[in-house]
């Protein structure tokens, strides 16, 4: 069973980092798009910032020069370095990976049990 499991979330006081990680277990041919998104407290999930396998990583504006995304194909775990982070990023971080079992199954979207950011100011 696919399974994706979180880590790196917590307090920090304004200003300060944080680096999620997330790590795809599980019997696994490929993996595509790995991304990250968050929910706060009375609001939509929103995405934050998705990586491809092969193209061009992608960030909501709120996170530009923020935030940055990677992946580690062989460890198939997908990072989140948080940096200068601001009350308004408190939210439950999501991760997402989009890939298949096997040659024979399709793509589809898996995700982690989230894990909570907190930024005090």
């Known amino acids: 069973q696919v399974q994706l499991v979180e880590s790196g979330g917590g307090l920090v006081q304004a200003g300060g980092s944080l680096r999620l990680s997330c790590a795809v277990s599980g019997s696994i041919f490929s993996i595509n798009v790995m991304g990250w998104y968050r929910q706060a407290p009375g609001k939509q999930r929103e995405l934050v910032a998705l990586?491809?396998?092969?193209?061009?990583?992608n960030y909501t504006d709120s996170v530009k020069g923020r935030f940055t995304i990677s992946r580690d194909n062989a460890k198939n775990t997908v990072r989140l370095q948080m940096n200068s982070l601001k009350p308004e990023d408190t939210a439950v971080y999501y991760c997402n990976a989009v890939l298949r079992v096997d040659v024979h199954d399709p793509y589809h979207a898996y995700w982690g049990q989230g894990t909570q950011v907190t930024v005090s100011s």
């Open positions: 990586i491809p396998s092969g193209g061009s990583t």
